[in-house]
């Protein structure tokens, strides 16, 4: 049922232009949730402490009441959400990028970033929520990637994308790069056959 919720408010986002929730500006003063790191550390020396991102999402004040209650699991204890660490605000311990999907399409339904604090505790320093939003880490830059659709598209054939690149600066982040990306929809069918390869010429 939240999957089918979802699917119905991503068709009526995308379809009005809607852009969501986003959330770029300075990082709160109240830390989001306590948690048992299991620290690690990466090539780079940097550590990192891996949390249980379902926990920092459903304690978290600045994500929407709908993904919070909405955030279950899709089977056994297994949820629809994805965690990554990396550099992004420049803190002594590794970000923590959360997305959060739908169980049956995994549709991305909002991004979120949270930065380390000494004492343990989690800031969120970044939100998005809108359909079919997924954000990374690249290179120390955040990218946030939105499908977009138009009425008659399926899910699994977007029209396009929208690609925002995102940087840390003082204490929060600003927009750096925008890319919007049509799709060919006359290609794809699976029916064509590969030509057959060239001999490579030279002078």
């Not at 948690?35 to 994500?63: C, E, I």
């Amino acid at each position: 049922m939240a999957g089918l919720a979802a699917f119905g408010l991503l068709t009526v986002s995308c379809s009005t232009g809607g852009t969501g929730t986003r959330d770029e500006g300075p990082a709160g003063t109240q830390p989001v949730a306590q948690v048992t790191p299991s620290a690690t550390t990466p090539p780079t020396g940097k550590s990192v402490r891996r949390v249980d991102a379902v926990q920092l999402v459903k304690q978290d004040p600045k994500v929407s009441e709908r993904v919070r209650t909405d955030l279950k699991p899709c089977t056994g204890d297994e949820y629809p959400v994805d965690a990554s660490y990396g550099t992004l605000t420049g803190g002594s311990s590794a970000d923590v990028v959360v997305n959060v999907m739908t169980c049956g399409d995994s549709v991305g339904v909002g991004t979120y970033v949270y930065r380390a604090r000494s004492n343990g505790t989690y800031q969120n320093v970044f939100t998005t929520e809108q359909p079919a939003v997924y954000g990374t880490i690249d290179r120390g830059d955040l990218v946030v990637t939105t499908q977009v659709y138009e009425k008659k598209d399926a899910v699994a054939y977007p029209s396009g994308d929208e690609v925002v690149t995102y940087r840390w600066a003082g204490n929060r982040f600003n927009e750096h790069d925008r890319v919007h990306n049509d799709f060919n929809r006359a290609v794809g069918n699976g029916e064509a056959e590969f030509p057959e390869p060239a001999e490579p010429t030279t002078n």
